[in-house]
């Protein structure tokens, strides 16, 4: 059984920084790739970072703006979120998910699995 369990937003001040952690238990595919999505109030979930679990292949959503960085642990089975420069805009719940093809990663509608999210509050 696949099950994924993000970790680390909490209420931090504009400017500061975070680091979110996704745990993968279990194996999803023999080839998949991992995303960052967020969804703020209102607002449907969106898109911010992917990386591929057999290749070193990363991609950005265009507001991350050099802000985020992915970064995966395949021995630990974790894929990692750094937020810095955080906007009060940035705040949101944050969903990492698996996707069996890269070159879905953008394509919310085609993970298999998703955790339960973690929140993040940016205040101004």
């Known amino acids: 059984q696949v099950q994924l369990k993000e970790s680390g937003g909490e209420l931090v001040q504009a400017g500061g920084s975070l680091r979110l952690s996704c745990v993968v238990s279990g194996r999803p595919f023999s080839d998949y790739a991992m995303g960052w999505f967020r969804q703020r109030p209102g607002q449907e979930r969106e898109f911010v970072a992917g990386a591929d679990w057999n290749t070193d292949l990363v991609i950005y959503a265009n507001f991350v703006k050099g802000r985020f960085t992915i970064a995966k642990d395949t021995a630990k089975n974790t894929v990692d979120l750094q937020l810095n420069s955080l906007k009060p805009e940035d705040t949101a719940v944050y969903y990492c998910?698996?996707?069996?093809?890269?070159?879905?990663?953008?394509?919310?509608?085609?993970?298999?699995?998703w955790g339960q999210g973690t929140q993040v509050i940016v205040s101004s």
């Open positions: 998910g698996v996707v069996q093809q890269w070159r879905l990663v953008k394509v919310r509608s085609k993970y298999s699995y």
